[in-house]
């Protein structure tokens, strides 16, 4: 059975960091495209990163040269650094997997673009 568990979420001053973490159960990190979501209240869902498993990885411009995805595959974990944060920042962060064949939808879909999502992680941003 596949899962996706996210953690690391929480509450963070403007300027500070996180580091949210995803375990993965089921399959192998390594093997998989896999991205990190994020959802604002009464906001569209976004895609924040998304790292291939050739190792590509693409980064939305709202977070270009604040955030970093990366994988460590001991831990079949994925990860979102996030640094220099941002009050716009504050989402519930969704951790997904095996993406669509068809690709990213436009704009970014939450149930579509990947067939395993997990629970969800919040993050705060005060100003």
């Known amino acids: 059975e596949v899962q996706l568990v996210e953690s690391g979420g929480g509450s963070v001053p403007a300027g500070g960091s996180l580091r949210l973490s995803c375990t993965a159960s089921?399959?192998?990190?390594?093997?998989?495209?896999m991205g990190w979501y994020r959802q604002a209240p009464g906001k569209e869902c976004e895609l924040v990163s998304e790292l291939n498993s050739d190792g590509r990885i693409h980064l939305d411009y709202s977070v270009q040269g604040r955030f970093a995805i990366s994988r460590d595959n001991a831990e079949n974990t994925l990860f979102l650094q996030m640094n220099r944060v941002l009050p716009e920042d504050t989402a519930v962060y969704f951790c997904a997997a095996d993406r669509n064949p068809s690709g990213i939808a436009n704009p970014p879909n939450c149930k579509i673009d990947f067939g395993y999502w997990g629970q969800g992680t919040q993050v705060t941003v005060s100003s």
């Open positions: 089921g399959f192998t990190v390594a093997d998989q495209d």
